[in-house]
């Protein structure tokens, strides 16, 4: 739970602020999870933080959704193709990917179960950065992602659902 905490204070996802009545607070929760290897064996035990994002209603808490796809078709082509050209292919998971994405609402979260500030127990977080839960996290980390990307020299395809990158 300890290195969870570690990855917001490294990511600045949000700061301790003074409860306002009018705000609209949304929980949390902790969710544990066992991570195993191929045997079945814990290699370690997970512990993740997410907003009850089930609250949140439309047009007040957010604007719109978004659940990124990968068509299954597009997966074969990419093995097909990587195959045929001898291709090295990669798989990387970005730790706490949630939570490098931008905010773009006043989004408020009640402190976490069990690490309140003894200081100031009443404060609330004022999110910086998306939390996972939030019905608009996965939204704003594609939106994170896509920037770089075409930051870094790749191009949208043409389609306005799915994102086609390419060498410029």
Known sequence: MQEELNQFAL??????VPRILEMNIIGTKWIFRNKMDELGVITRNKARLVAKGYNQEEGINYDET???MGRLEAVRLLLAFSCIKGFKLFQ??????????YINEE???SQPPGFEDHQHPE??????????GLKQAPRQWYE???????????????SDKTLF???K
């Open 107 to 109: 989004v408020f979260v």
């Open 123 to 132: 404060y609330v977080f004022k999110l910086k950065n998306a939390l996972y």
């Open 11 to 16: 990511n600045e996802v949000c700061s301790l």
């Open 144 to 158: 994170r992602l896509s920037d770089f990307l075409t930051s870094q020299g790749y191009d949208r395809g043409t």
């Open 92 to 101: 990387i998971d970005v730790k706490s990917a949630f939570l490098n994405g």
């Open 165 to 167: 990158i390419k060498k």
């Open 66 to 68: 978004y659940s990124p």
